[in-house]
Each structure stands twice: as C-alpha cells, then as structure tokens.
C-alpha cells in the first residue's frame, strides 16, 4: 500500500506549485508579446489603435494559455525536480527509504486539480474571451464585409453588410441541410443603414440558402410609414454559402466547455457535422491525464540526475525533445481524428494514453530496474 507522507506531500506540491506558476508568468508572458507583435504587423495598414491591439492580444491569452499548458506543466516539472535534486532532497528521501511514487502522488493529484480547473472554469471563460477576439479580429484586423454568425440553442443567427452602409441580420428559429441547400423556418430579417437608421423587417415562414440567395416564403415586410406587404414569396441576394457558414463554424474554441455537449446536438440536428467540435470536446476531458502524464515525463528525465557527470543538460534536452514529440504526436492524431481516419476517441484520448503509460513504464524501471 502506498502511504503517503502530509508533511512532505505540502513540502513537494508547494515546489511545484511555485515552479508551475513561475513558468506559467514567463510563458504567459512571451505568448502575449508575440501576438502583440503580429496583431501589429497585420494591423499596420488598418489604422487600429494600438490599446485596441493590447486588448486583442489579452482575450486571446487564455486560450493559448490551454493549448501550451501541458508545456508548462513539463517545464516546471523538470525544474522542481532539478532544484529538489540539487539541494540533495531527493537524495535524502531515497535514502529514507520513500519511493519516487510516494513523492510524486500528491504532484499528480494536484496536477489532475489544475487540469480540471483548466477545463471547467478557464476554459469557458477563455471562450468567451475568445469569441470577443474574433470579434475584434474581423471588425478591426481583417475587416471582414460578410459579418459575423452564430449557431446556438437560440437558432441561427446571420449579420452582413451590403452596398451604402446597408446592414442585414437574419435570425432563423430552425435550420437544417441538404445536401448543398441550408432550409430555415421562423426567418426574421432586419434590414439597417448605419447603426441606427432602420429601413425595414423582414418576417417569413420559411427560406432556403442556394445559388448566393435567400428563397424567401410567406413573407411580410413591414417598414416604417408604410402598411404591412404580404408576399407569396421573395428572393434576397447574399455572399454567403453553406461552405462560407460551416467555416465561420469551425472555431470549436470559441465554445465554453459547459455548452459543447447542446452546441454538438442542436449542430448536428441541423444538418451540420459536429466532427470537429466532439473531436475538442474529447481532448478537454482528456486534457487533465495529459497534464498526469507530463508530470511523470519530467520525473523521468529529472529525478535521479547526476549533477556531477555532467549530463543534466542532456536530460533537460530529453525531456524538452520528449514534450514536442508529444506535441507532434497529439497534432497528427487530432488531424487524423478530423479527417476521420482515426476513431474519434482514439484521436482525442491516445496522446494523454500512450503518454501516461510510457511515463509509467518509465519509472518502474528507474524505480524496480
């Protein structure tokens, strides 16, 4: 049985824990000057502010802050330890007759909080931080004329600019596809010039995107000054199409956690393939074993070095090589999970897996021989 010692857990989590958040703040730290770098770079001809920029780049922080977070834990892993074998603690608790797992349980369970935290309280905050960056990014970056669009439990909702300063926001109850043909019911069309100028409204049973236009049916059109119209039917033309509208839904980063699961159900009960977003929703449930799994890479390389042989560069090396093989690894598998070569648990669960037992393996052999 595996006992755990209170005192000397506290001692080793607050070792990490520092390490960990020191890496993080330098970490942190680099990811937001780069992305300032790049805003400013795509942004030179645009004329955008630069606290605009500065605002930018802090709501895309969180999200790139998950994406290297296993990276952090691996770094600041390997300088625990380090500073542990230096000071000849680990030394001294071998001797003590305490194993490596006896040292290292309380690290992994502290490891598994931080990666559930990551997931159920970073991540949808990170979301929604991310969805406002996006917003930003085509409003002020890319200038993006077509607008922006949104799919939720709410319906479908579509904002485009036209000629003159004409605005168009359609709001669909229901949408559906088939084939190359997106049908809506319940379609409410508000027509705008400028921000506050309102021209006219749109109300239709029913409406099909095709061919760049929406085959509008049932249709009134009220405007102001003027006696309500009914019409059989209507066309209204667009830039949008199926393509253009399932790319704008391809940023399953920008979901929280929480709404992944009624996201995936209402996409997929329009017609639309949720691939992508259970293949994200998967790698989040994973996401706290990764985080296990590189604690225990960064005790294979760093727990037992022998810091007068001069090779703890060498173990260092190993294990950054290690951390973006891993990294390699998990992109090629999430890639193959897209294109659906892979099952889409196995793309999303065998990074953390092969990981974890590799790690375990490992230390049953420094421990055991």
């Known amino acids: 049985m595996l006992r755990i010692y209170p005192t000397l857990s506290r001692y080793v989590t607050r070792n990490f824990l520092m390490a960990f958040l020191g890496t993080l703040l330098v970490i942190a730290g680099l990811i937001l000057l780069f992305d300032l770098i790049e805003l400013l770079r795509r942004a030179a001809d645009t004329g955008t502010p630069a606290a605009t920029l500065v605002m930018m780049a802090l709501l895309k922080l969180p999200n790139m802050i998950q994406t290297v977070l296993p990276f952090v834990v691996l770094i600041g892993g390997m300088v625990a330890f380090w500073r542990l074998s230096r000071t000849s603690e680990l030394v001294i608790l071998r001797a003590a007759g305490v194993s490596a797992w006896q ?113 509008l ?95 703890l560069m060498m173990r260092v090396l190993g294990g950054v090589i290690a951390g973006f093989a891993l990294y390699f690894y998990s992109k090629v598998t999430y890639a193959l999970g897209l294109s659906e070569t892979l099952p889409l648990v196995l793309a999303a669960w065998s990074p953390a897996a092969v990981t974890l037992l590799l790690g375990v393996a490992s230390l049953f052999h420094l421990e055991d021989g």
């Open 103 to 215: 040292f290292l349980a309380p690290i992994l369970v502290a490891t598994v909080l931080i990666g559930a935290f990551q997931v159920t309280v970073v991540n949808p905050v990170g979301a929604k931080l991310f969805a406002r960056y996006q917003a930003l990014e085509q409003e002020f970056v890319e200038q993006d004329p077509d607008g922006t669009l949104e799919l939720s439990g709410g319906g479908l909702w579509l904002r485009e600019a036209g000629p003159g300063e004409r605005t168009a926001v359609m709001r669909a109850e229901f949408v559906r596809q088939d084939n190359y043909t997106l049908h809506m019911s319940g379609v409410s069309v508000f027509e705008m010039k400028g921000e506050d100028d309102f021209i006219r409204r749109i109300e239709a049973r029913s409406a099909e995107l095709a061919d760049q236009e929406f085959a």
């Open 217 to 311: 049916r049932d249709v009134w059109i009220m405007a102001p000054g003027l006696p309500s119209e009914h019409l059989e039917s209507m066309t209204l033309p667009t830039t949008l199409t199926i393509g253009r509208i399932q790319e704008k839904f391809a940023q399953p980063e920008s979901v929280s956690f929480w709404e992944l699961p009624e996201f995936i159900r209402f996409f997929e009960a329009a017609g639309f393939s949720a691939h992508r977003h259970t293949l994200y929703w998967h790698t989040l449930l994973a996401s706290p074993v990764l985080l296990a799994a590189m604690v225990l890479v960064a005790a294979v390389f760093t727990i037992n070095p022998n810091l007068r042989s001069g090779k």
